[in-house]
């Protein structure tokens, strides 16, 4: 079946300093890339996507690369700020069932 | 935030009650799920729906049941409750297929089987 493998599962960054999570998954059939942030007792929220017709997409301090001949996709978050600190998840949707696996989890702390 | 609510947000229950949270959205999709959220695991799938009457497992399905009689309204029951389904759950709704749509999440329910 889908797997999902997420790393770290803890990271500290200083605060200004860039961030990196990795997902790696095994179904090749796969086309869509989310990365969600939930913050401490809040909900998940969807921070950026991408799909794969492209390898790289940015929003203001916040990217999700992907490489889809090594199936991994990645979240970098430069100018790491307090407001960063939250956990992270990448998820893989399987559109042959509707079913979306998520990756553990990363928690994220920004150090002052 | 999505039209998506929970209830109740919080409940503590006894093992071997059923139990029954509700999910409710007023956004008209097509796709609700169930997920739980426990240390370690991040979120599970339980079951989801694709359309009223239709529904399907997740990956960790088991002691869970749902129903869907209502486009905006997604139930799910355990049966029995045990202490291994103490944990928070959160339902999420999407447009479509997940393969094409993000999902939003609602504000979750913790619950505690004592």
């Known amino acids: 079946g889908e797997n999902v493998e997420q790393h770290p599962s803890t990271l500290s960054v200083q605060e200004g300093d860039s961030a990196v999570i990795k997902c790696t998954y095994s179904?090749?059939?796969?086309?869509?890339f989310p990365w969600y942030k939930q913050e401490l007792g809040k909900r998940p929220q969807l921070i950026i996507d991408?799909?794969?017709?492209?390898g790289e997409k940015k929003d203001q301090r916040i990217a999700v690369t992907l490489n889809k001949t090594a199936k991994h996709f990645s979240l970098h978050i430069t100018e790491t700020q307090p407001e960063d600190s939250a956990v992270y998840f990448c998820?893989?949707?399987?559109?042959?069932?509707?079913?979306?696996?998520f990756g553990k989890g990363t928690r994220l702390h920004i150090l002052p | 935030d999505a039209g998506i609510t929970q209830s109740p947000r919080h409940k503590v229950t006894e093992t071997g009650t059923p139990v029954t949270l509700r999910c409710h959205q007023t956004?008209?999709?097509?796709?609700m799920y169930w997920y739980r959220q426990d240390p370690g695991h991040g979120l599970r799938l339980i079951h989801y729906?694709?359309?009223?009457?239709?529904?399907d497992k997740g990956e960790v399905s088991d002691g869970y049941s749902v129903s869907r009689s209502k486009t905006e309204d997604f139930l799910l029951t355990l049966e029995s409750a045990t202490s291994s389904q103490t944990s928070v759950y959160f339902c999420?709704?999407?447009?479509?297929?997940?393969?094409?749509?993000?999902?939003?999440f609602g504000p979750g329910t913790r619950l505690t089987v004592t």
């Open positions: 999420a709704i999407s447009e479509s297929s997940p393969e094409l749509y993000e999902q939003y």
């Open positions: 179904d090749s059939a796969s086309n869509y």
């Open positions: 991408i799909r794969s017709n492209v």
């Open positions: 998820a893989i949707p399987r559109g042959r069932d509707d079913k979306i696996i």
């Open positions: 956004e008209n999709h097509r796709y």
């Open positions: 729906s694709y359309g009223v009457k239709d529904t």
